[in-house]
């Protein structure tokens, strides 16, 4: 859907309404396309059902507890990913 920014103004619910539901809305000024509305889908967070799940899969157990020090060192993460040379 596209359409000028005046009626936008007019009928916003409506296209906040279509965004939600997928549709892509064009908002544009003089012919030519200036936003877009899209869907916001909720990002971020931590899904901790999710997380236990694949914690089992894996079989993880325990909290971290008995786990090598080093783990809880910051720079332990470069080493693991090579971003420090040794």
């Given at each position: 859907m596209e359409m000028p920014i005046r009626e936008a103004?007019?009928?916003?619910?409506?296209?906040?309404?279509?965004?939600?539901?997928?549709?892509?809305?064009?908002?544009?000024?003089?012919?030519?396309?200036r936003a877009e509305l899209v869907r916001c889908d909720r990002r971020g967070g931590i899904d901790f059902d999710k997380l236990?799940?694949?914690?089992?899969?894996?079989?993880?157990?325990g909290d971290g507890d008995g786990w090598p020090e080093e783990f809880?060192?910051?720079?332990?993460?470069?080493?693991v990913l090579g971003l420090d040379e040794e």
């Open positions: 103004k007019a009928r916003l619910s409506e296209l906040v309404s279509a965004a939600r539901k997928g549709e892509r809305v064009i908002i544009t000024r003089h012919g030519q396309p236990e799940e694949a914690r089992q899969r894996l079989g993880i157990e809880n060192d910051p720079a332990f993460s470069r080493k």
